[in-house]
């Protein structure tokens, strides 16, 4: 693991002609690390100051898009037991089908998506999505969108799939508590990858390819193709093999993990550690094994309601970290990443279509949990 700040991913050995695209496909990418939010009353027009802060400085760094943690724009609520709708509505930002992506226009963020537009810097970040159905239900999820700066809008949304921790708060005293099943719905969009315009330069298009005759002569040629993840999702590698089915080249990823739970076993220091550690062995493991970037951003520190680690990074896609956060604060953490350094383990280890057996993998989509073999 490396924990200097190289402006350029060279952390790999230069690739045979034979494996890669010899054309380059450079971007800078940052993730913006956010210290801590205190609490629950923390507000909101100091985090903007802070968000627009590390936009200003990633522009400073010729960074072309910046990935902002899970629930970026207040403390970890789904640490706290809140009773009271109108307190929990608070955090909570409404879209329907008429405006699926108010929060662009929201107070809580509008001036985060203006500076993102007039410094050209496309920007992800997570929210609490509140959904008002066309049927008038009302349904609750934790959200990242992708503004893209060159459109002037969102291009895709994701709501985070795998919701750790518990319903029903934990009554002893002095738990953590984590209650997102509590607070949130499982999302309903699926692992959708997406293509990003305006990234790097010549990028294949639609049009320019109409008359190939074999359509993997685009592979790797055109838009950088992108997935997002929320926080729990990148323990999963079904997730990222969703993405990675897809031919993903950028995985981004906000995150609040718990650094210290006074419930479990093992000192502050050997649980934050460990957490660091699988967080770690969790992004370089799906970005190896996916042939993919990936970009992670932490929302780290002591709020009131307990401590989060750090640890925001850009990993590559031989799953080595290229730069890794060196604070518990707000930090911009970027580096200038090759896409086309993708093309190694897509073309070879993981060349899916070669090698993958789905003959064997039903259990994977047709059983949940766990069924042991019978006892001798
Ligand atoms: N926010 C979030 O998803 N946190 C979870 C805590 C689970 S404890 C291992 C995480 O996976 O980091």
């Known amino acids: 693991m490396s924990s200097i700040r190289p402006r350029l991913d060279n952390s790999f050995r230069a690739a045979s002609p034979m494996d890669t695209n010899p054309e380059q496909r450079l971007l800078t990418v940052a993730a913006a690390q956010l210290g801590p939010i205190a609490s629950l009353n923390s507000p909101r027009s100091d985090v903007l100051a802070r968000m627009i802060k590390l936009l200003q400085q990633a522009s400073e760094k010729n960074v072309r898009l ?7 724009f207040t403390t970890f609520f789904p640490s706290y037991v809140i009773d009271d709708p109108e307190q929990l509505a608070q955090f909570f930002e409404p879209a329907s089908q008429a405006e699926p992506y108010a929060v662009t226009n929201s107070l809580h963020s509008k001036p985060l998506i203006d500076k993102a537009a007039e410094l050209g810097i496309d920007i992800s970040f997570g929210y609490a999505e509140r959904w008002t159905e066309e049927d008038g239900r009302v349904i609750d999820y934790n959200t990242a969108v992708y503004y893209s700066a060159s459109q002037r809008r969102c291009v895709a949304k994701y709501r985070k799939v795998h919701l750790p921790g518990r319903y029903e708060p934990d009554r002893r005293p002095g738990v953590t508590q984590q209650l997102e099943k509590r607070y949130f719905t499982p999302g309903n969009l699926g692992f959708q990858a997406f293509r990003v315009p305006g990234l790097v330069g010549k ?12 359509p993997e002569g685009t592979w790797g040629r055109g838009d950088p193709i992108v997935g997002m993840l929320i926080c729990n999702d990148r323990r999963w590698a079904e997730a990222w093999r969703c993405y990675g089915l897809q031919g993903v080249e950028l995985v981004l990823e906000g995150y609040n993990t718990t650094a210290f739970a006074p419930q479990y076993e093992g000192t502050e220091s050997e649980q934050e550690s460990e957490a660091l550690f699988h967080h770690r062995l969790s992004c370089q493991a799906g970005s190896y094994q996916n042939a993919c970037f ?59 279509d070669k090698h993958r057996r789905v003959e064997h993998y039903s259990r994977l989509v047709e059983q949940v949990g766990v069924e042991e073999p019978a006892l001798l």
């Open 66 to 72: 910046v990935v902002f943690p899970e629930l970026t």
């Open 203 to 214: 990028a294949l298009k639609a049009e320019d390819a109409k008359d190939l005759a074999n």
């Open 294 to 352: 990936s970009v992670h951003a932490a929302k780290a520190g002591k709020e009131d309601h307990g401590s989060l680690i750090a640890g925001s990074s850009i990993v590559n896609p031989d799953g080595h970290i290229v730069v890794e956060s060196r604070t518990k604060g707000d930090e911009l953490v970027y580096a200038t990443i090759d896409l086309a350094r993708c093309r190694k383990g897509k073309g070879r280890v993981f060349a899916f």
